[in-house]
């Protein structure tokens, strides 16, 4: 049996003044039933000597240091090597745990419907209590699944998200080391693959945006990248559902369109349209730039739902799947 319940995994580079709040954040929520992994992806500031102020006095708290530079799915791989918990919970090292997260898992993971239904991810909200999965039920994983394929990524970051260890173990789970922004969401696939999911009613991490996020320096600096990994994403999904070849290319069009938008007007627009140009999307810059800002705003939203209802009444293939407003699809699945 695991000593440890949860393991904390906050995999981290160059961000010391970042990673001690992280690190504060769960410093106030610690008991004998968790542990704090720190590792530190061969820094190159006061990392070590930040982390050393808080391993001295809490050996749950237990810091390592790469001797070279793995990347950041690479360091999320070791983490899943350290962690001797029976769920891991990442924290990126710019994000902090939430307010009574780890009362919250510990009591969650014992839930007779979890440990009885093969959960193998739960999920938290937004910071603001919002999600578009049906909260307190086991979702199966393969409705999970076509949600994904239909809706696109809606579980967010690993800072929102525990994974069970012997799920991972089991099926010998990796990140791809070699990308660099789509696969945590392809490792959540294949934990659905394999398991069912939880989504508890509030958030499991306060997630942060800022300039030198990941995120951020990815879409100022290789935004094709992203769009890329995301189709990606989206055709190996299919191909994990086994849909027909002819359906898969109807969702790839779709979120081709959708990913492209969302990108130009968000992050880089002359890049972005560029991209609009190779998908084959047919739309000039003008027309592009003008259902773009649409796209983000509340007519934009409207303009949506009417299309995917357009394309529910007259495309067979998207009736088959579904494609209806998010709440209708788990009440059609039986999720009330």
């Not at 307010?99 to 959960?119: C, E, F, M, P, T």
């Not at 189709?231 to 299919?238: C, N, T």
Request: aromatic share 12%; net charge positive.
């Amino acid at each position: 049996m695991n000593k440890f319940k949860i393991s904390i995994c906050i995999p981290t580079f160059n961000r010391s003044k970042l990673l001690e709040k992280a690190i504060k954040s769960v410093l106030s929520q610690l008991d004998q039933k968790t542990e704090v992994i720190i590792l530190d992806d061969a820094s190159k500031d006061d990392t070590q000597s930040v982390v050393s102020k808080y391993t001295c006095n809490n050996k749950c708290i237990k810091y390592y240091r790469n001797k070279i530079n793995m990347g950041i799915f690479g360091n999320f791989n070791k983490c899943l090597e350290l962690a001797k918990g029976e769920w891991i919970k990442f924290l990126n090292d710019d994000d902090a745990l939430s307010s009574g997260a780890v009362d919250l898992l510990l009591r969650v993971v014992r839930y007779k419907d979890i440990i009885n239904n093969n959960v193998g991810l739960i999920v938290g909200t937004s910071k603001k209590g919002r999600t578009n999965f049906p909260v307190n039920k086991v979702l199966y994983g393969e409705d999970v699944l076509n949600f994904l394929l239909i809706y696109s990524n809606q579980i967010g970051c690993p800072s929102n998200v525990v994974i069970k260890k012997s799920v991972v173990d089991k099926h010998n789970l990796k990140f791809n080391e070699n990308k660099s922004w789509a696969e945590d969401y392809i490792f959540f696939i294949n934990v659905l693959k394999h398991s069912n999911m939880f989504v508890v009613d509030h958030p499991l991490a306060y997630v942060y945006e800022h300039e030198e996020s990941a995120t951020s320096r990815l879409m100022k600096n290789n935004v094709e990248i992203a769009i890329e990994e995301d189709i990606e994403a989206v055709k190996y999904l299919g191909s994990i559902l086994d849909i027909e070849s002819n359906n898969i290319n109807f969702f790839l069009d779709y979120h081709k369109k959708r990913i492209a938008r969302y990108y130009s007007v968000v992050f880089n627009k002359v890049k972005s349209f560029a991209i609009l140009k190779d998908l084959r999307l047919k739309k000039t810059n003008s027309y592009a730039f003008i259902t773009n800002f649409l796209f983000l705003t509340l007519a934009g939203k409207i303009l949506r739902k009417v299309q995917l209802l357009g394309y529910s009444l007259m495309d067979r293939n998207v009736l088959h799947y579904g494609y209806l407003p998010m709440y209708l699809y788990w009440k059609k699945r039986g999720y009330e």
